[in-house]
Each structure stands twice: as C-alpha cells, then as structure tokens.
C-alpha cells in the first residue's frame, strides 16, 4: 500500500523558513506527479505546489510563487517543498499529495495524500 509521510512543520516566526518533506513507500509508480495543497482552519484545502515527473515542470499558487520551491529527488522517493519568507497567512496544515494523472492544481490529480503536518508562522 501506498503511504506518504509529511515531516519539517513546525512554529516559525514571520520571515523565517521550512522545509517540509515527502516520503513516499510502498507499491507505487515512481513516475507520479507530486502536489503540495495547505488548509487553515476554517478555509478549503487549497492548491500550493505541484511538480511533474517528466521535465521536472512546476506549478505555484500566486501567493507563494517567488517564496516557495517543490523539487524531488526520485532516488530517495522524496519530495519537497521549500517556504522562505513566510507570513502567517501561511499558517495551515500543509499536504502532499502523488498521482499519475499529470502534475496540476486540481486535488482530483492526485490519488494518495499523506496525513498532514503543521506549519504555524507567527507575526
């Protein structure tokens, strides 16, 4: 069965960085689209990041675009999402997401989701 696994939430302060990652076991296709997507309390699940298998192709929210990096690293069946300047409108629980439909914005991409992990940036 197909797992992944969120690590690197945590408290930060306003204009500091994380580093969230995404490891994935289990039966899978190496060859699938990674997405990150974040949801604040009381607000929808909503799209951050995405990043194809062929081409390493990338895809933002405009909120975070010049602030946020996805990268992967297929060897260690790893991806990641690099968050520097972080405001606390960013605060949410962060996922990611691995599917074989193409990289996007639509969470109907993506088949496995992990569990979550906390991101808090504080003022």
């Known amino acids: 069965q197909v797992q992944l696994v969120e690590s690197g939430g945590g408290l930060v302060q306003a204009g500091d960085s994380l580093r969230l990652s995404c490891a994935r076991s289990?039966?899978?296709?190496?060859?699938?689209?990674m997405g990150w997507f974040r949801q604040a309390p009381g607000k929808e699940r909503e799209f951050v990041a995405a990043i194809s298998w062929i081409g390493g192709i990338t895809y933002y929210t405009d909120s975070v675009k010049g602030r946020f990096t996805i990268s992967r690293d297929n060897a260690k069946s790893t991806g990641y999402l690099q968050m520097n300047s972080l405001k606390p409108e960013d605060t949410a629980v962060y996922y990611c997401?691995?599917?074989?439909?193409?990289?996007?914005?639509?969470?109907?991409?993506?088949?496995?989701w992990g569990q979550g992990t906390q991101v808090t940036v504080s003022s």
């Open positions: 997401a691995a599917g074989l439909n193409g990289a996007g914005s639509s969470s109907r991409l993506y088949d496995v």
């Open positions: 289990g039966r899978t296709s190496p060859r699938s689209a």
